[in-house]
């Protein structure tokens, strides 16, 4: 059973570019999150979804970052017009569901750079 | 809203060595995950605690739930160089959703 997919691994964008990051939960579940970590620091929640649903965003900016969990596919972070201070590592973890007593699994997470 | 406090930031010990990190949560919290996140890595689970009370082991590393479910701890008894690393405390609350502390960064010299 393979676990949290994230790709790309690393990425480079150059300021004003747009960054897409892709997560493919582990196999039979629904529920994903995703985290910001800068560092020297710890994870920041950013958004849960659920397939076609956003849950919670509270975590997200309001500008410029948005998230997708479509029915197909993997879920999506999209930051539009990246600046330096997105230079981050992003996890994206899953579980089976959001409610209950189920750990989450991360992904290798996707160290973006903007320069 | 929710917090979760997390002291201390760093811990360096030398190996053999006792560690422990403390969890504060400003709520009552319906469980607790500890997960640990080594050096470049990703965050990996390591234990659940639901009841009030509870104290569960796994080999050196000990984890405590307090009676008001609003705090908790970790405690790695004769550290090893394999223990360093990050290590998260994640409270979860009836509304189900999980707020990570900051995380405890451990150091152990050989």
């Known amino acids: 059973n393979a676990g949290v997919m994230q790709n790309p691994r690393h990425l480079v964008r150059r300021r004003g570019q747009e960054a897409r990051l892709r997560c493919s939960p582990m196999k039979g579940h629904s529920h994903v999150y995703w985290y910001r970590q800068l560092p020297e620091e710890g994870l920041k929640f950013m958004v849960y979804l659920q397939k076609e649903n956003i849950i919670d965003e509270s975590g997200m900016p309001k500008e410029r970052f948005s998230a997708e969990f479509p029915k197909e596919g993997p879920s999506i972070l999209r930051i539009q017009q990246v600046v330096r201070g997105d230079s981050a590592a992003y996890f994206c973890?899953?579980?089976?569901?959001?409610?209950?007593?189920?750990?989450?699994?991360f992904g290798p997470g996707t160290r973006l750079t903007v320069t | 809203g929710q917090q979760v406090m997390q002291i201390p930031q760093y811990q360096h010990v030398q190996e053999g060595e006792d560690f422990t990190t403390y969890c504060n949560s400003s709520t009552t919290l319906s469980n607790i995950q500890w997960y640990k996140q080594r050096p470049g890595g990703h965050p990996v689970f390591l234990i659940q605690?639901?009841?009030?009370?509870e104290v569960k082991k796994q080999k050196r590393l000990t984890f405590q739930f307090g009676e008001a479910k609003k705090n908790s701890s970790l405690h790695i008894t004769a550290t090893q160089t394999t223990d360093v690393g990050t290590y998260f405390c994640?409270?979860?609350?009836?509304?189900?959703?999980?707020?990570f502390g900051d995380g405890t960064t451990l150091t152990v010299k050989p």
């Open positions: 605690l639901v009841k009030s009370g």
């Open positions: 994640a409270g979860k609350t009836n509304a189900g959703k999980s707020t």
């Open positions: 973890a899953s579980s089976p569901s959001g409610q209950g007593f189920y750990e989450q699994y």
